[in-house]
C-alpha cells in the first residue's frame, strides 16, 4: 500500500522568507500528486495538482514539482505571509483505486 | 466558484445511533469519494461511487456504512450504528471524469462526534 510521508511535520517561519515543503511515497506508481492546504477545523483547499507527466506546477507564490522516480514531491512558497499559516497536505493517486492516499501534513506557522 | 457542500457542519450523537451524513457534490462531476479523518491523523479513503454504484471501498468501509445517491445532487454516507471510534471529521469529494486530470474538490467536512 502507498505510504505517503512529509516533512517536517511542524515548521515555524518569519514572514518573508521562502520555504519548502516535502513530501516522499513510496510507490512511484502514482496517478497524479495533489497539494492541499488545511485550516484549523477545516476542510481540504487544493493547491495544485501534478500530474504524473509533469514535472511541476505554479499558482502564484506556490511551485510544486514532482520526482516519481524518487518518489519525491516539494512545494515551494515563496516570500511567506501570516496568512499561508495552515497544514499542508500532500495526496498521491493510487493509479488503480483512484483513491487519494495523504501524508500527514507539515504545520506551518508564519509569524510576522 | 461551484464548490462541493456538506452538512450538518457538526453532529453528535450517542453509541449505537445511526448518523447519516449528507453532501451535495459539484454539480457536473460524476465521481463521489467519501473519506475520514479522525483527529491528528491521516485523512483516510473510505469508498468511491460512480454510476449509482460503489466502485472501491478501504477495509474501513464495513457494513456497518453505506453510501446512496437518492436523487440527482445529494451523496450521503449513513453510518448505521456508530461507535465511538467513529468520531471524526468526514469529508465528500467529487471530481469530473471528463477533464482527464482526476482532480478531487473537497467539502468543508462533517465533524462527527459520538459519545
Known amino acids: 500500500k502507498q505510504e505517503v510521508t512529509q516533512i517536517p511535520a511542524a515548521l515555524s517561519v518569519p514572514e518573508g522568507e521562502n520555504l519548502v515543503l516535502n513530501c516522499s511515497f513510496t510507490d512511484s506508481a502514482i496517478y497524479n500528486l495533489q497539494w492541499f492546504r488545511q485550516d484549523p477545523g477545516k476542510g481540504l483547499t487544493s493547491l495544485l495538482l501534478i500530474q504524473s507527466s509533469q514535472r511541476e506546477q505554479t499558482s502564484g507564490r506556490l511551485n510544486a514539482s514532482l520526482d516519481k522516480s524518487s518518489g519525491r514531491s516539494t512545494l515551494y512558497i515563496a516570500a511567506s505571509q501570516p496568512g499561508d499559516s495552515a497544514t499542508y497536505l500532500c495526496a498521491g493517486l493510487d493509479p488503480h483505486w483512484y483513491a487519494l492516499n495523504f501524508g500527514k501534513g507539515t504545520s506551518l506557522l508564519v509569524t510576522p | 466558484e461551484p464548490e462541493v457542500t456538506q452538512t450538518p457542519s457538526h453532529q453528535v450523537t450517542q453509541m449505537g445511533q445511526e448518523v447519516i451524513l449528507r453532501c451535495v457534490p459539484i454539480?457536473?462531476?460524476?465521481?463521489f469519494y467519501w473519506y475520514r479523518q479522525i483527529l491528528g491523523q491521516k485523512v483516510e479513503f473510505l469508498v468511491s461511487?460512480?454510476?449509482?454504484?460503489?466502485?472501491?471501498k478501504s477495509e474501513i468501509f464495513d457494513d456497518q456504512f453505506s453510501v446512496e445517491r437518492p436523487d440527482g445532487s445529494n451523496f450521503t454516507l449513513k453510518i448505521r450504528s456508530t461507535k465511538l471510534e467513529d468520531s471524526a471529521m468526514y469529508f465528500c469529494a467529487s471530481r469530473d471524469g471528463l477533464s482527464g486530470t482526476h482532480e478531487q474538490f473537497f467539502g468543508p467536512g462533517t465533524r462527527l462526534t459520538v459519545l
Open positions: 454539480s457536473n462531476h460524476l465521481y
Open positions: 461511487f460512480y454510476n449509482n454504484e460503489i466502485s472501491e
